[in-house]
């Protein structure tokens, strides 16, 4: 399958809106199906507010999943380039 096709099959999988569940460190989608987890603890239980990093992680990774399921792709993109970039 290309790029295209993977997507949509995500798409096609998952219901929306998904949120961040930070007690589970879960993201879920809109039936109660498990997404992921999020787990990083392995170099961020060394950085201050690790708590705060890994719940800011989870809530990002939903966030991009809704704006790329509203079709708003161009807007990820351009967001994901300027946090590379910085």
């Known amino acids: ?3 295209s096709e993977n997507n949509n099959l995500a798409l096609e ?3 929306f809106p998904v949120h961040y569940d930070a007690k589970e460190q879960t993201i879920w989608d809109a039936k109660g199906m498990m997404v992921c987890d ?12 690790s708590e705060d990093r890994q719940d800011a992680i989870g809530e990002l990774i939903a966030s991009l999943l ?15 380039f300027r946090m590379l970039a910085s």
Request: no cysteine; charged share 35%; glycine share 6%.
């Open 1 to 3: 399958m290309n790029l």
């Open 13 to 15: 999988t998952l219901k």
């Open 38 to 49: 999020i787990r990083g603890w392995g170099k961020i239980q060394f950085m201050n507010k």
């Open 66 to 80: 809704n704006k790329y399921q509203r079709n708003e792709n161009a807007k990820i993109d351009e967001e994901l």
